[in-house]
């Protein structure tokens, strides 16, 4: 066994410290969001005026920072694109390892969200859900990363909890000549090694940025101090973009991103990861018309058109695990070809933008099985049996501005999606199942959406609701026997299955002053044709230990509720505090709870900034989870609270700068595991880091 059974034992003394900051905080959040209420109120009893500002609809945004800059934007500057977006009230990330961690959007996982890198459509290559494309990019070479709920996120194609953009830095004309940074860390738990370099040169017409980053880790540990076995990892990522202008309003630009991990280790599952490698490259051209005015009444202030293509390279293998009954390897390949093209435009009182978007996708897995009789046949198969998709779609978007303080977006989506089984083995091999399959499948998938936004001397509320659909994915559909370690059931996709579709209702209510702001979003959704894997017991599993075999099928409905609360008060110049309290909720039609829905979860942090120094106290954890599903394998998970403490240094040398931060995490060394940790793995124990960037 990898890590010893979760220990249910903490330490009187540090439980009684954790009980009382808890109950501090709640305290806290209760008195504030109590304050918010009263400030509410209190502005509805005054006389209102005109803001002469018309409203925008502002999705949610993780500030990463430039690649000169990355020190100055986060407490842990060189921490894993994971840990920057656990940040988000809207997202939650599965482990399954010590890297490349599985996001969770609005308690849906990558089957019904979107992740794009500069909304260019990339596909994992594996099966296991081991290399999400989050994974395939560093934060030393994002600016931000853009948060959509449910069909805000059409924009990017079709999906049902939303879409994350992880946006690349780009530098500015405005900013001539060479800049340089170095950056290098360490943590001690894991011996983590970090180094990497950017490199940008910036001229009237010309500007290229280079980035290199590497890390190196070796098995973590739990609070107990306890190795978690194969949780090691190798990687390396190099990106580079150029761009040049012609004439002064119209932009060609490149970019090409290599990502190469090896020798990844993922202690929640029965393999590892010998090599996951990706090549991720772009040409786009960008116009902005000089005089925008087209006629009277319609101006142009935007167009941009991108084509694009990745590939992917993903082998599993279990050569370095011990008594591995039947030695497999499982490689996998996915290729993406894709174009979008974007205009942007106002007509009177409208913004509209209009976008047409299209990819094509190769995606192929295989599995070899090596008896340990030398003289038995090799056992071969496809677990995805080279399935082609094609996919194109057209999006519609008006945001009308009814006045200055109010606004109302409508948009709307169109898409044709297309599969094909390309292998006739594969094809053959579902058809066992599926005699009456044929090789293709053509779907329809459309989206709506309709909100209404209100922002008036500091108070905003918004309300929308919206309908969208989304195909089954590679693996829902010709998954083959695609072995799940959570639940250990052996999987077998259904190509009949229908669009599962959703009805969505979102709202938010904020305010914000200069030393005060709060804001509290919900979002409920009603899925139908729900997409789960349920027992057949007519159908023999073929992994050893299996117990069984799940046929993907569709519940008639699911519903997901989300809320989150955010909290932030500026006592003076020096002292910032902020609290975070998040609370999901999910069920089936028969009452069941779905797998993966975070019980209630909190942090707050206390910040000082004093000229060049700062520091940071935050505290963070999870209530009992009450509402787990032992129906789809899931146990209960108790409550915890962990402890971090950092702190920074800006040397300014001439015009250089050498930032240098600390921290510890998890200071009380606790051991605990969450509700999306794979089999419970445990989440790292007590951690120093540093990091020191310098740049000039």
Known sequence: MVVEQFSQIKKAKTSYILAFILRFIMKKIIFSWALFCLAIASIYGQEQTKDTIAPNNLNEVIVIGKKSEISQKQVKPLASIDEYLQQSGKIEMIKRGGYAWEPVLNSMATERTLITIDGMRIFGACTDKMDPISSYIEVSNLSEASIKSGQQGACHGATIGGAIDLKRNRSSFNDLGWKTSVNTGFETNSNQKIFGTAVNYVSDSFYIDTDFMYRDADNYSGGNSQKVLFSQFRKFNISATSGVLIDKNKLVEGSIIYDKATAVGYPALPMDVSLAEALITSLKFEYVPKSKKLTSDLALTNWETKIYYNTITHKMDDTKRPAVPIHMDMPGWSDTYGFYSKIKGVIENHHFNVDLNSFYNRSIAEMTMYPSDPNENLM????????????????????IALNAASSLKFSVSLGNHFNEVADQLGLESLQIFYPNMSKSKSRILKSISANYLHYQNGFEYGLGIAYGERAPSVSEGYG??????????????????????????????GYKNKSFSAKLTSSYFHISNYIVGKPDATVLPMTIGASGIKVYTALDYATIFNTDLNLEYQFDSHFKAKGQLVYNYG????NQNLPFISPLRYSTALNYKKDRFSAEIMIQGNATQTQYSPFYGEDRTPDYAILNLTSSYLFAINESKLNVRAGIENVLDTYYSTFSDWNNIPRKGRNFFLNVTFAY
């Open 380 to 399: 071969f198969m496809y677990t995805w049996p080279d399935v082609r998709t094609f996919y194109g779609s057209l999006f519609l978007e008006d945001n």
């Open 587 to 590: 069920k089936d039609l028969e």
């Open 480 to 509: 083959f026997y695609l072995f799940n370690s959570f639940d250990r059931y052996d999987y077998i996709g259904n190509p009949g299955l229908k669009n599962e579709n959703s009805v969505e209702g979102n709202a938010y209510l």
